[in-house]
Nanobody, 116 residues
């Protein structure tokens, strides 16, 4: 069993930056990719970014150019750097661990609120 614990987030003004962290409780050789998702208020969950086991990152158009996902394997940690935040980035952000094509493990979520 893999437990993902998130940190970071908070209340910021538009244009600010944040870094979210996601730490896996154990070494995760079985994880094929680590993703970030978000759920804006009263909306469905949406994909934000992912970094795979090779270190290749993929981004959704909604954050492309404003986000950077990275991993620190020695610390079993994945980061999501969000820059130039906008009010529409307000959401609960989740990290998730993917095995093959399915995200099997999820963090507890962290709130990001952006004021204009």
């Amino acid at each position: 069993q893999v437990h993902l614990v998130q940190s970071g987030g908070g209340l910021v003004q538009a244009g600010a930056s944040l870094r979210l962290s996601c730490v896996a409780s154990t070494h995760t050789p079985i994880i094929d990719g680590m993703g970030w998702f978000r759920r804006p208020p009263e909306k469905e969950r949406e994909f934000v970014a992912e970094i795979d086991e090779s270190g290749i990152a993929t981004y959704a158009d909604i954050v492309n150019g404003r986000a950077a996902v990275s991993r620190e394997n020695g610390k079993n940690t994945v980061y999501l750097q969000l820059n130039d935040l906008k009010p529409e980035d307000t959401a609960v952000y989740y990290c998730a661990g993917r095995i093959d094509a399915r995200y099997e493990y999820w963090g507890q979520g962290t709130q990001v609120a952006v004021t204009s």
